[in-house]
Structures are given as structure tokens and as C-alpha cells.
């Protein structure tokens, strides 16, 4: 089974613009981590962001925020204020045991255009 | 933090070869991840590598595909055996050490093309 989903195979937004990259995930360890990573063209995989599950407040990082809905199972990322160079591949990663041993399912990906 | 570095970062290979890909950390590290990203798709773990014992293959991959040798705290290494271009693939290695906004780290990645 699928645990980490995302529905948005492609999503387009404007510079300065805000945009959501939705992610769905299943789990039923109480104890987890969920990622969400940057691929650009190059390959490299960059960090974003990171929620734990037991964490009270969504995490932000800069012009990244999660919106970590854990009823719903759902951990959106949103940018804000997109810039030409968040173009790229996303991905969002979930480990389910204490997200302490690295070992790490990923969703397919959204592909992020952002146009001037 | 870690640093990992990989060799090579990439390379095009014949049909039947083999090629082994290396992963340095720069700290010592229990375990290490190997994934493997088809094109146009999404991360696969290939399989977990502790030192000082056997690594631990997910579903679908096999040692005699992928012999993996994690020799230290520090280095690991991935062979792609017997290619064909369905392995055409970028390979990256992770650590299960955490940065401190909870970051786990990859290395940039080896992107095979197999002819």
C-alpha cells in the first residue's frame, strides 16, 4: 500500500505568488517524520522541511511552511512569495519509525513551474 | 550536520557491465541508505547498510543485483551488477544522522546511463 500520496502531478503558480503541494500519508506507527525535499534538474535532493508527528505547531523554515493536519493525515507544503528558482520536482517523504532510521517513503513528486 | 559525498556523479555504461558506486560521510554514522530514482520517478530504498554485518535488501532487490559493503562507519559502497538500461537511474546514498531542524542527508547523487 501507497504511503505516501500526492495527487498533483504538475502545479504551475506565479512569481510572488503562494502555491500548496498537497500530501497525503498512512501510517499507523504513532511515532514519525514527515519530509519534504527539492530536486532540481541537477538530481540533488535538498531539504526543505521537516514534521514530527508529535510536534505541536507546524514547522516553517524561511518562505516554507507545513500545514501538518494529522486527523486528515495531510502535511501541505506551501511557499510563499514563489521565486523563479523554486521551479523544481518536490518531494514528500515520510519515516515511520520515530523517523530516526533514515529509512524513508517517498511520494511521486510535483512538478513546480513558476513563470514570471 | 553530515556531508556525504558519492562517486561518481555520473557515468555511461555498457550493457553487462558492472560499476560500483562509493558514499564517504564525514562523520561515523550506524546505518546508510541506498535509493534508486528511475527517471521520472520517485525514490525507492534498495536497501539499509550497517557496518559490521549484512545489509538488509527491501522488496524487489536482491544482494547478487546489488552487493553492498559497508567496510567502516564512513563508507559504503553500492555495485549495480550485470547492467542493462532498465538500470539507467540516478543512485543516492542517505544517513541516518539528523540536522538540526531534523534534516536527513543525501548525498548529490550518481546518475547511471546504461547503453
Known amino acids: 500500500a501507497q504511503k505516501i500520496t500526492q495527487t498533483q502531478p504538475g502545479m504551475f503558480v506565479q512569481e510572488k505568488e503562494a502555491v500548496t503541494l498537497d500530501c497525503t500519508y498512512d501510517t499507523s506507527d504513532p511515532s514519525y517524520g514527515l519530509f519534504w525535499y527539492k530536486q532540481p534538474s541537477s538530481g540533488e535532493m535538498i531539504f526543505l522541511i521537516y514534521q514530527g508527528s508529535y510536534d505541536q505547531q507546524n514547522a516553517t523554515e524561511g518562505r516554507y511552511s507545513l500545514n501538518f493536519q494529522k486527523a486528515r493525515k495531510s502535511a501541505n507544503l506551501v511557499i510563499s512569495a514563489s521565486q523563479l528558482g523554486d521551479s523544481a520536482m518536490y518531494f514528500c517523504?515520510?519515516?515511520?519509525?520515530?523517523?530516526?532510521?533514515?529509512?524513508?517513503?517517498f511520494g511521486r513528486g510535483t512538478q513546480l513551474t513558476v513563470w514570471p | 550536520s553530515a556531508v556525504i559525498s558519492q562517486k561518481p556523479s555520473r557515468d555511461i555504461c555498457q550493457r553487462g557491465t558492472s560499476l560500483t558506486i562509493q558514499c564517504q560521510v564525514d562523520?561515523?554514522?550506524?546505518?546508510m541508505f541506498w535509493y534508486r530514482q528511475q527517471p521520472g520517478q520517485s525514490l525507492t530504498l534498495i536497501a539499509t547498510a550497517n557496518q559490521g554485518s549484512e545489509a538488509t535488501y527491501e522488496s524487489g532487490f536482491v544482494i547478487d543485483k546489488f552487493p553492498i559493503s559497508r567496510p567502516n562507519l564512513t563508507f559504503s559502497t553500492l555495485t549495480v551488477s550485470n547492467m542493462s538500461p532498465e538500470d539507467s537511474s540516478i543512485y543516492l546514498c542517505?544517513?541516518?544522522?539528523?540536522?538540526?531542524?531534523?534534516?536527513?542527508?543525501f548525498g548529490e547523487g550518481s546518475r547511471l546511463t546504461v547503453l
Open positions: 562523520s561515523q554514522v550506524t546505518m
Open positions: 517523504a515520510m519515516g515511520d519509525r520515530g523517523s530516526t532510521l533514515g529509512r524513508l517513503y
Open positions: 542517505s544517513v541516518e544522522k539528523r540536522g538540526a531542524t531534523g534534516e536527513l542527508f
